[in-house]
């Protein structure tokens, strides 16, 4: 679905580029000519954001023919064919670089998490992303994430409880601050707090904890915290997780990895949209 | 300025994030706590987006007090403070993710920026950027590239002409693009066009073009260009160029140099707001 | 905070009632003409909605004064002054009706939600809300439900897991729709069911749900599943629940009751804006 | 039609419950599985709102087939069918809420006012309603007035001239106000002022009032206002006019009775949408 | 009032002039270089949007000083002050033109109103304006046409009852189409309706039609029917009214002539911001 | 293209005229009412907007049938059909004003722009417009020159260097204002600096000046400053220009003559919808 959000995001970046015309196009096209071409992959990459790149081609011209011939979360190769485009030739051009902007930020986030989520094969860990979102790309960055076959953390501050050291300090003592959360919060919602101590951690469990969040913590660390917890409560660790570290965290045993790197440095990855302007006829 | 874009974006950034509510800070702190710390360099970084930062902080809360403690395209070490940040301590921890989100995407631009310029410094080239934003970030981004010290290329599709491939083809030859986009496009834009080839340099010169751009050649062919052209007409590098690589360019002597990676790849910049939350009083 | 979304929907107020402007006072009132009033409970109620109405006088013009005499949550006699206002006449009487709407409608369910707050005292039984609110209104109408002393269901589709009876068939089974949504959802996430069957509700337990909805039964029902789950979930009661028959419900033993009339169709309560026209000077 | 500020409701509505996706569906439905189902009355009502709840299944996904089964304004008996839904089982419950919330209110609005009229078939009088409508949505709860048969008074405060107290204090006296109204307003536009004795109706009438709005008044007082006014002007009273009161405004002669309640205090109605889930083939 | 949407066109207005930047003063102004002057009449003129003109600079910068110096519906010979803007140079050199554009627009639609205004004094007829506004800008030109001293038609569609000859026509008769009018409408509208022979103008007299509308007669015709109407109901006279015939249909003895040349054919009076570019400190 | 900002410029048209209902359509004509017509010229006009006049009849309604008989650029008589309209008579007549305002205005705009040309046939100059738009209207106006025949100055302050006489004071020459820009604006942009006397001429020349623009001169001063440049840029004129005068200025040998009564006071052109209402069957 492209929601209210994504749409508003869609016209932002439309009008930003477009809004004022094209002058290449206008001085040197007719009217009438039109074009065609594909989206192509220039490297290995897994897809995410067919759907808006579709959107955002439609938007410019709903008369432009866009078919979709790869599927989000699908790993493709260079020289593969992501859709094919065919339409007005001001129009096509004029949307090009929106789509594929859209296009190589998602699929990058998509390919990196693909990449942390192979790292971890064969352990009980799953990779999941932080907040750390491109502001106004929430939702699309999280989808990204999803393709990549990683999981979501909370959407926004309302759809998790994640009680860090500053509410901690503020309530005095992690077992006020996890008691206060299970008397006040809304009941969907699992418990999940941060700790540092084996002390802190049997506190929080003592206290109702349902996630453990280890935050800045070395492997060794996060293999004696699980071991402590014995599947009282999941464990997530987070902190500078880097693509390289991932596997010696998974292998301390820990449910949950989140990584802001996934949405926050994900490189744009490579595809061009090759195309062939025809004159009208 | 917060353009109305810019305003837009953080319209969507909040809602997407807060717009539901805080449930870990409506239920573990009180109302009436308040809040206050700073934004802290957690590595070597150029700044820029303190503004955007600031107008997050106060959409959230106008009595929120934030002060800024470094400029817009300055360098930071670890340790050093942005700004200092005060208030009710739920909308300091409401806006905190947002912020930082837009410091650190922005922030990471200035510093990849700065380290292209860095390595062009004692040539005659000048390091600019693409149309490769983030959608409904074009402006934005565009300025993290000026306060690392780059320079923009066009803003958008209606503030520069820049003919490629298609339009080339679609005209018949390089001289026939040129010549209509001088009769036709804003007399204030230069005509800038592709060309691949010292045949196609000398038609496009012939024909009056003012800048050219080659797109994807090697050093050695940027050279051999550069030096046909002999002055004629301003030079421009693009393709794939990455910070290894910008030397070479820019030793070959081309005037201008435009990488995409400045904003479609930048790494985030590691930031973080160390707060305390006090009860009210 | 006046997040985005209720800045939107004050405009859409704003714009849909005054933003041709106001016939009878520019044609009976002159421009220089003050006013200074306040608003005044008609009837007993617990208020809520000051912030957005102090927003409403202030959008129309940031001149106006505007001093909030009760807080939200506060319960009010008939006469009991809510805010104070004064500035411009034409501004003020502007203003007025669309300040008013939105302090009847939500002080209504505030009102509402207290009195069933009210009727469950003594059990263990907490009242929450549903996702039935009016369309634009979600967040104001939750924290209506928060300020009557009720507590909020999941605020969207993205903040609690609800496995209804459709999920479930299409699943083939309560087991299996409740491992499907483990292994899936977002860890922070409680799983939910409808179960309607002590059958079912074992089915569940075993599965891993954490939380058990019971639609539309009675409350011996409710009471025979609350003895049967014997403290392994949280139980819910949903379903046409009234003032006059949630006690009954409450004293089944049952945590949450979900009551959707607490935001659907709550009557609005009687406030008026008293009001008095000065000349200017 | 779907006016832009319903359509502005629409996506806050949309945005603010499924914006961050529906982590129930997405973790237990196939991406591919389809739903079917019919929106069902379990009540008596009067109906309103198809055009708008088709327009929000149809914004979450313009694959879904909405067929409408009953038209606004017709009278339901339980079990009717408003309309059957079909299209994929995502976008179908993801829409299904928010296209009941606007059904189950707008309904409501309609029921009640039908109610109204009733209870006034056979006098002179009109039901009408006020401006007490619920911020964002004035174009829609005064269509479901008209649907329940009831008339609208003003739309904004633009389109009525309405003379109260505080008008006719800050004039000094009725005749003035009126005069000042017939000398500035739009020519367009009848002047209804505000009176409570016969002196003071006396006076409007001399100066050219062509409204009466008695506020606050009991039904004999309207009869003995009603003749004096012998004709000439049309006769309205409002004030906390309810269903047990309204006939006997009725049968005191006015020409119109308007009551808030049809638009601030009307239940929902109950509606529910009978789906299937099916998988994809 | 600055209404919703007037701050939507104003946000429209920056956003398509500098939304991406002013290159020229980023190119030659120091970032602290601060900038003084004043708003100038070149003309005589009739001044109308000083409100907006504000609004537009303080939107670009909240530090710019803006001191009205005169009034909305003020007469200025050139030379005369209508404020002074000081603040930071790009930002004054930012908003100029926009603010500029408004006020030169709105200010040719009250000079215009003026003249008409003029035109007709000593005559019973009142100048009004028409729907026939900048799409955009309703209720900005309408209050122009107020400062200008004439009056206003109807706001909108909702505003004003007025049927025309399509109306007629599918109705059947004059008086059939009055009748309806007069039924179904808001009781707050007066009728009018569009005649063009005695015999129309009876009928709907006799309908009860409240205001006559004269379309496309000459100033004898309209006298004819002044006669025959003999003050029961207000004439009003329409169709290319211009400011060289307008007395003509003045002295006919008509209530109201509306002219949609006010609002869309009004040249732009010439204003100029003198300025004065400081260097910090 | 119908760009994002002109969709929110057609949502601000609607929603100020329909926003609220059309109260006499409402009134007199059934529901199922349909309608046909023709958009007429009433005089001899350059058309342009019939791309977004289509788009406001099918805003209100798509089942609207809007058949282009004229294409934009277009020269019409008296009686010619533009385009043809049919549909539901509620919805084609509640189009009607909006539609036709676009219309108007936007073909005003082109019908004098064409004049301006054909006043300068056969000369070197080009009429250009200016950044003297209706605020909201950027690129719709500038289209309408282009329909027109005459060509467009920058889109915005991101697209053109245009240094003026502040720029020039703060700079402290006419030389260094333009090498500041040479060096620091996007290199895609020519430099143009306003000059007044031949020694400003020849020192902004020296200094690398692209394109002179004369301000407020004479066409003898014009012919003279043309003179001496001699063809080492391209010269400008400016400044009050009018149909009266623009070929004097032409004459005098300038490249581009920029008019900003183009758009901000082009009368607009006589339209009008013939329209016939059917009943339904």
Redesign the interface.
Known sequence: ?I???M????????????????????????AE?T?GGAIIAKQRLVLFGVEIAEAVFRR??VGIRFVRRAGDGEELSPGDVVATVDGP?R?V??AE??A???L??LS?IATLSRAFVRAVEGTRA?V?DT?????????LD??AVRAGGA??????????????D??I???GSVGE?VR??R????????V?VEVSTLAALDEALAAGA??LLLDNVAPQQAREMVERAAGRA?I?VSGGVRLSTVRAYAEAGV??ISA??LT??A??VDLSLE?????AG
């Open positions: 679905m929601t209210p959000a749409a508003a995001l869609i016209d932002l970046a439309l009008e930003e580029d477009l809004g004022r015309g094209d002058v290449t196009s206008e001085a040197v096209l007719a000519a074009a410019v011209d030739a129009a051009l004029g670089r929106t594929l902007n859209f190589q930020r990058g799953t999941v907040r750390k979102t491109a502001p106004g790309w929430r939702a999280k989808a999981a979501n953390h909370r959407a926004d501050l309302a759809s998790g409880i994640l009680i860090k500053n509410h300090a503020a309530c601050a206060r959360a008397r006040q919060a809304p009941h969907g919602l699992r999940e349902e996630v999941l997530e449910d949950r802001g790197a926050h440095s490189p744009a195309i062939e302007v025809r004159s």
